[in-house]
């Protein structure tokens, strides 16, 4: 009679060698995942920023009235304000968005809340590249009320392969460039 062998598991260096695979695969992964990460998240700001632009820009046209879209610090407060201040990451700690019917630039008594958006921790700021600009006044023709203006959407790592500008012309239409190398050419905004 012959005995067939029995194969009761791993040897030690084949158990280190499958270790040192995953080790070398993991090296080659974890940067490649993380630029993934960071572009996703990019990518994701700048959808919500321009998504939420545009609902400004509609709101209002739709109400006939003046329409805020400005940059708060409380905006998941009880009672949220627009920031004046220019440090150059407010915008990704959030915007809020209303219906300025006594016209004073602020949210308060009379005025009616729209939207909010609270705090991006995910971003590696949203600046302004064209000067700080604390909010966007829409006319009730969809027209803003002050000049154009850009931003520039960073990664954590602020890796400009990455990066996103955004350019929004005086109509108040907004449209996304690949990285902050572009620029915003005046005679291609509309």
């Given at each position: 009679m012959s005995r067939l062998a029995v194969n009761?598991?791993?040897?030690?260096?084949?158990?280190?060698?499958?270790?040192?695979?995953?080790?070398?695969?993991?090296?080659?992964?974890?940067?490649?995942?993380?630029?993934?990460?960071e572009a996703s998240a990019v990518n994701k700001h700048v959808t919500t920023f321009m998504g939420d632009l545009r609902y400004a820009r509609s709101e209002a046209i739709k109400n006939g009235?003046?329409?805020?879209?400005?940059?708060?610090?409380?905006?998941?407060?009880?009672s949220p304000s627009c920031?004046?201040?220019?440090?150059?990451?407010?915008w990704a700690s959030g915007w809020i968005i209303f219906v300025d019917r006594d016209s004073s630039d602020d949210f308060n008594t009379g005025d009616t809340m729209l939207r909010v958006q609270g705090n991006m921790p995910d971003s590696g700021g949203i600046?302004?590249?064209?000067?700080?600009v604390n909010m966007f006044k829409f006319r009730s023709t969809g027209m803003l009320s002050a000049g154009m203006s850009s931003f520039v959407?960073?990664?954590?790592?602020?890796?400009?392969?990455?990066?996103?500008?955004?350019?929004?012309s005086m109509q108040g239409r907004a449209r996304v460039l690949p990285n902050s190398t572009s620029s915003c050419n005046?005679?291609?905004?509309?």
């Open positions: 009761r598991g791993f040897t030690l260096i084949e158990l280190l060698i499958v270790v040192a695979i995953a080790v070398i695969l993991l090296r080659v992964a974890v940067p490649a995942m993380q630029g993934t990460v009235a003046v329409v805020v879209m400005c940059r708060s610090v409380n905006s998941e407060a009880a920031t004046t201040t220019n440090p150059s990451n407010v600046g302004g590249s064209s000067g700080t959407f960073n990664t954590i790592s602020v890796d400009s392969s990455r990066q996103k500008l955004v350019c929004i005046s005679s291609n905004d509309s």
